[in-house]
């Protein structure tokens, strides 16, 4: 599969880090741990850029262009789950889309509040409804860096979706995967920009072998997670998707730790902007069962299990 960039994707990437170029920096120190901008979320959303699969010659390939370089902002911005999702829903949302693994209520939800679409993946059935202020209680604590609350409980009355919960979980596990791409390429170059700049025992961290050989293999898992993601967002296969979400949420596990611990303390607080990809990308680890659901997803998919051969999981 050829998964260079033809010219309508290269075009939505120049146009797209034009419109981004006033929110490369981050808010660090007085500004709260999920840092969001209202200011970006207006801009994507009144370009098209959150509707850009709904275009049939562009697609979900371009979503996860699109989603891999938001996510590459220090701004936790509701990109993913409608630039995948949105061709689903009949009728435009007004607020951001937030998907729900499940029907077991209390859940924590990233970007919910009054007025989102929640997707509801299903046993059998894909269901939405729009969130209501008395379903959701807000949480302010919330340690993920994204705006986080709890949906409090399910309406009855859903809106069913023309969609198999198969489909649905291969463009949730491609978008993650995309998400996840470009929050660790974000959080490997400022982990780069950084041990390049501090010195120990009179040399640059960069300058220890170890620590290069570290980043090396880093760079190798990033490069890897964004081509899987590009062909899982290319192809919508259930194989592509669930070993792209797999290998984006195992590279995100080993990144984060290699990462915070080239910074010491100070990627654990709000002076460095590190905690900004990387906490996110603990949220995207657990995501849809995790790194083992993903994986067993992956083998299922690649290698159907025959009954009598294998024991049931």
């Known amino acids: 599969m050829d998964l260079t960039m033809n010219e309508d994707q290269a075009g939505i990437l120049t146009a797209l880090d034009v419109l981004t170029r006033g929110y490369t920096e981050p808010a660090l120190h007085d500004a709260p741990l999920a840092a969001t901008h209202a200011g970006l979320d207006r801009e994507l959303r009144e370009a098209g850029f959150l509707d850009v699969a709904i275009d049939p010659e562009l697609g979900t390939r371009a979503a996860a262009i699109v989603v891999e370089r938001i996510a590459r902002l220090p701004w936790a911005t509701e990109i993913a789950a409608s630039a995948f999702m949105r061709p689903l829903l009949d009728t435009p949302p007004s607020g951001p889309v937030v998907l729900l693994d499940g029907v077991r209520t209390p859940r924590a939800l990233r970007f919910l509040l009054p007025g989102a679409t929640v997707i509801v993946l299903e046993e059998g059935a894909v269901t939405s ?35 198999s919960p198969g489909n649905l979980r291969a463009r949730w596990r491609a978008a993650l995967a995309a998400e996840a791409a470009g929050l660790l390429a974000a ?62 949420q195992e590279s995100a596990r080993l990144g984060v730790y290699d990462f915070h611990q080239f ?51």
């Not at 959701?136 to 986080?148: D, H, Q, S, T, V």
């Not at 950084?194 to 990033?222: D, M, N, P, T």
């Open 129 to 163: 409804f729009v969130a209501t202020a008395e379903q959701i209680r807000a949480e302010p604590e919330a340690l993920y860096a994204y705006p986080m609350a709890t949906l409090l409980a399910l309406p009855e009355d859903r809106t069913p979706l023309d969609v």
């Open 187 to 248: 959080a490997l170059d400022s982990t780069v920009r950084y041990v390049s700049e501090r010195e120990q025992f009179g040399r640059k961290l960069a300058a220890f072998q170890a620590i290069r050989h570290r980043l090396a293999e880093a760079q190798v898992r990033a490069n890897g997670v964004y081509w899987l993601a590009m062909k899982a967002a290319a192809t919508l296969d259930p194989a592509d998707s669930a070993m792209a979400c797999w290998h984006a």
């Open 263 to 313: 910074l010491g303390g100070m990627g654990m607080t709000l002076e460095h902007p590190l905690h900004l990809w990387t906490y996110r990308l603990k949220a995207l680890i657990g995501e849809l069962g995790g790194r083992a659901a993903s994986a067993l997803a992956a083998a299922d998919a690649l290698w159907p299990r025959r009954e009598g051969h294998f024991p049931a999981m």
